[in-house]
């Protein structure tokens, strides 16, 4: 199982448009069978994010984590704040003996995560 902080690479990730495409994912708990897995997409585009600085913009709904803070991504990276996604246990396991999901080695910094938690919850209640 991932645990928070841990990078999730999600190959044909069905978006809330009912669009499919490659996506990196920041796992936010520990999921068991009970509980689904809660992630943030991440984008490496800055289109809608120009003028953001490193950590939290909750103006701007995004995270940033540039690549010189955080080593765990190969570009700056966008975590963006506005949709969380849940995937049940089963649809995890499914995925990953399936390998269109692969659990990165790769984690968020404990400090960047206890921030983006925090940036997280100036404007989600749960």
């Known amino acids: 199982m991932p645990s928070p902080g841990q990078i999730l690479c999600y190959e ?8 499919y495409g490659d996506k990196l994912l ?12 809660l992630v943030l997409k991440t984008t490496s585009h800055p289109e809608r994010y120009l003028g ?17 803070w955080q080593a765990c991504f190969l570009v700056d990276t966008y975590i963006q704040l506005y949709e969380i996604f849940e995937i049940p246990i089963g649809d995890l396991l499914k995925g990953s ?7 990165l080695k790769h ?3 404990s400090d960047c ?13 749960d």
């Open 12 to 19: 044909h990730f069905r978006f809330t448009d009912g669009v």
């Open 26 to 37: 920041v796992v936010l708990n520990t999921a068991d069978l009970d509980t689904p897995c």
């Open 52 to 68: 953001s600085v490193q950590g939290c913009n909750v103006d701007r709904k995004v995270f940033f984590a540039p690549v010189k």
């Open 97 to 103: 003996v399936a390998k269109n999901i692969t659990f």
């Open 107 to 109: 984690s968020l910094s």
């Open 113 to 125: 995560f206890v921030q983006l938690l925090n940036c997280l919850r100036q404007f989600k209640e």
